[in-house]
């Protein structure tokens, strides 16, 4: 939940307001903001006011005499804070029920994954063949299938980058000063030049957000074909792994591969033990 310190909307013109000096307005506003982040319930320690205040001890004065703090051992605290705020019980109440909803949650999924396997497995239809897991030579960068169409079950983009960002060769970055002063290391003060780097600030956060996107799709993408691979194998449990703990490579046969591979090689090793000589 968005925890935020609550300013009415009447306060620019209520009495305890009308001739607040500046720096007791931005003591109250900076202190209940403080107080909401640390969950403190409106309480403002003493030793903290400095570090809010460049006037502490006069600004808190005033707030006490205008009646919108009072003062308490050790510090300060807000006129009627739970009134208008957030508390500490709330807060934390409100997120022990998420957890507890979300872990809720989670395990109902697991139950119905658990309770789908089982029927598929007493089933005498045939079972859904797991996705086509190719050599990592076929696969991109990120380790997405580039060939959707030798893999029915899963279709997924080896190209997300591109389907974000764009296709064909990037754009090229604006420059930071304009045109007169392209080629100084310390250009003088420039109204052209502070314009573009504006700019340029604005473009690399656009580059940077769609970087971003284009990561978040690709995760997307490479969970969800390890989760249709979990879905479909045997082999393993819920969370991709055999039962002595190592990942599933979701092929029935990999264990027969590695051993006859095993066997050839030491049959080719010389004098090796069962080996040439």
Known sequence: MPIRFQVDADFYDHPKSIGLSDAAVALWTRSGSYSAAKLLDGFIAEHVLPTLSRTPDEAAAELVRRGLWRRVKGGYRFHQWSERNLTRARVEGERASD??????????????????????????????????????????????????????????????????????????????????????????????????????????????????????????????????????????DLTGRLPGGAICHHDPNVAARATRGAAAARANIPNGRGGKR
């Open 99 to 236: 957890r507890t909803r979300k872990a809720e949650t989670r395990a109902a999924a697991r139950r119905a994954a658990t309770q789908a396997r089982g029927a598929r497995g007493n089933s005498e239809e045939p079972q859904v063949k797991p996705p086509n897991v190719r050599p990592d030579s076929d696969r991109t960068p990120t380790g997405i299938q580039q060939d959707s169409d030798r893999n029915p079950d899963v279709s997924v983009s080896g190209s997300v980058s591109v389907s974000v960002l764009g296709s064909g060769r990037p754009p090229d970055a604006p420059p930071r000063t304009c045109p007169e002063h392209a080629n100084e290391t310390h250009p003088p003060r420039c109204g052209e030049c502070a314009d573009a780097r504006r700019s340029r600030d604005e473009w690399d956060h656009q580059r940077a957000a769609e970087a971003s996107l284009a990561r978040q799709a690709e995760a997307r993408s490479r969970a969800e074909v390890n989760r249709l691979a979990i879905a479909a194998c045997n082999l393993c």
